[in-house]
């Protein structure tokens, strides 16, 4: 093997068989001086191999001309490179890789409760309500701070309407919750027969004046067929009693108001063989307790017959009058009136009634 080693300006490369070994000293070069040189190194080793690995001719005294030349090309190479001045090599910014920003999931906010809103409820809703089992109180007697004389026996009664789903039978009971019971009756039947969704019922209980005069009141609720409590309004709301309990005053006794409703108010239409029905009602209110004559008069009615009705205190009484329109149109008003204590007519209802034949 033959070896070819030339230095130029501090790089070295030999040729070893058909190798290429090129090294670089401690000087350091500008990129544009390196790669100056490392292209005129390839150029020398690119003769070099040509003469290298090519079949070496054979001059006719036995010497190898291929290798004179190719040392005359290093030479002349090695010469002009080291007329090249050597460049320091410029810092160069070295670029680091810029750490990558892991996105960490942000725990979403925990939600505050919201602060719960207390709703102001009697102690008598310790029941919850469901629509199986509701009432609609629409009309009672013994009107709120009704004044009773003490010992006095009278009759309380509701008109509750079915507002649930679920259809009242007899096991479905009026139930006294708490308060002054004023009765020795604490639980009765609401009702004997039926009463689906949307009918009414009335139920009663006789019930005493405490002796002792003051202010007393009665809470009453309903029971279904499990012994389950419900009242009113769709929330167990209970029902209530609350009278005034005094010595008699020295007011005179009269009526304070009679106001009438007409029921239909309105109607145009066949009015059948048996005629339509019209009710007129009415509530009587006094200031104490006492007897009261009244009757129904109206423009293009009959007066009805005089009645009396029985207050057992300040309270107010309803009472009723229904007639029957045939045939024709009629278009009338209908009052109380008061014959005994007051003699005094109360305000007037008006109706609009036309029967087509």
């Keep these: 093997?033959?070896?070819?080693?030339?230095?130029?300006?501090?790089?070295?490369?030999?040729?070893?068989?058909?190798?290429?070994?090129?090294?670089?000293?401690k000087t350091r070069y500008s990129m544009r001086t390196v790669v100056s040189a490392i292209s005129k190194t390839i150029i020398i080793s690119t003769a070099l191999l040509m003469t290298a690995c090519q079949p070496v001719?054979?001059?006719?005294?036995?010497?190898?001309?291929?290798?004179?030349?190719?040392m005359q090309t290093v030479e002349a190479l090695s010469t002009q490179l080291a007329k090249v001045p050597p460049a320091t090599l410029t810092p160069t910014q070295i670029l680091t890789k810029t750490p990558e920003v892991v996105a960490t999931e942000t725990p979403a906010p925990t939600a505050s409760p919201l602060p719960s809103s207390t709703a102001t409820q009697?102690?008598?809703?310790?029941?919850?309500?469901?629509?199986?089992d509701s009432a609609e109180l629409i009309y009672e007697t013994i009107i709120d701070g009704a004044e009773l004389l003490p010992g006095t026996k009278f009759t309380?009664?509701?008109?509750?309407?079915?507002t649930g789903t679920c259809t009242w039978n007899s096991n479905y009971k009026l139930v006294f919750e708490s308060g002054?019971?004023?009765?020795?009756?604490?639980?009765?039947?609401?009702?004997?027969?039926?009463?689906?969704?949307?009918?009414?019922?009335t139920v009663t209980v006789d019930m005493v004046a405490p002796e002792t005069p003051g202010e007393y009141t009665g809470f009453w609720r309903l029971s279904n067929s499990y012994g389950q409590l419900f009242g009113l309004t769709?929330?167990?709301?209970?029902?209530?009693?609350?009278?005034?309990v005094g010595p008699a005053t020295k007011d005179d006794f009269a009526v304070l108001s009679a106001p009438v409703s007409v029921y239909p108010s309105t109607f145009k239409g066949y009015c059948g063989n048996g005629g339509l029905p019209i009710t007129f009602t009415g509530y009587i209110k006094t200031n104490k307790a006492g007897i009261v004559k009244?009757?129904?008069?109206?423009?293009?009615?009959?007066s009805?017959?005089?009645?009396?009705?029985?207050?057992?205190?300040?309270?107010?009484?309803?009472?009723?009058?229904?007639?029957?329109?045939?045939?024709?149109?009629?278009?009338?008003?209908?009052?109380?009136?008061?014959?005994?204590?007051?003699?005094?007519a109360f305000d007037r209802v008006k109706y609009d009634i036309n029967c087509l034949d």
């Design 304 to 344: 009805s017959n005089v009645q009396e009705v029985v207050l057992i205190g300040a309270d107010q009484v309803r009472v009723t009058y229904t007639i029957k329109i045939y045939t024709g149109y009629h278009e009338n008003s209908v009052y109380l009136y008061i014959d005994e204590p007051n003699h005094q």
């Design 294 to 302: 009244y009757h129904w008069e109206g423009f293009g009615m009959k």
């Design 234 to 244: 769709g929330h167990g709301k209970a029902f209530w009693i609350y009278i005034k």
């Design 156 to 162: 309380k009664s509701w008109t509750l309407m079915n």
């Design 122 to 132: 009697a102690a008598t809703l310790a029941t919850p309500w469901n629509n199986c």
């Design 1 to 25: 093997m033959v070896r070819h080693q030339a230095l130029i300006s501090g790089l070295s490369f030999g040729n070893t068989g058909c190798g290429i070994i090129i090294r670089m000293g």
């Design 180 to 201: 002054e019971a004023m009765s020795k009756t604490t639980t009765k039947p609401l009702t004997v027969a039926e009463v689906p969704p949307g009918e009414m019922v």
């Design 57 to 70: 001719p054979i001059a006719a005294d036995g010497l190898v001309a291929s290798s004179t030349a190719a």
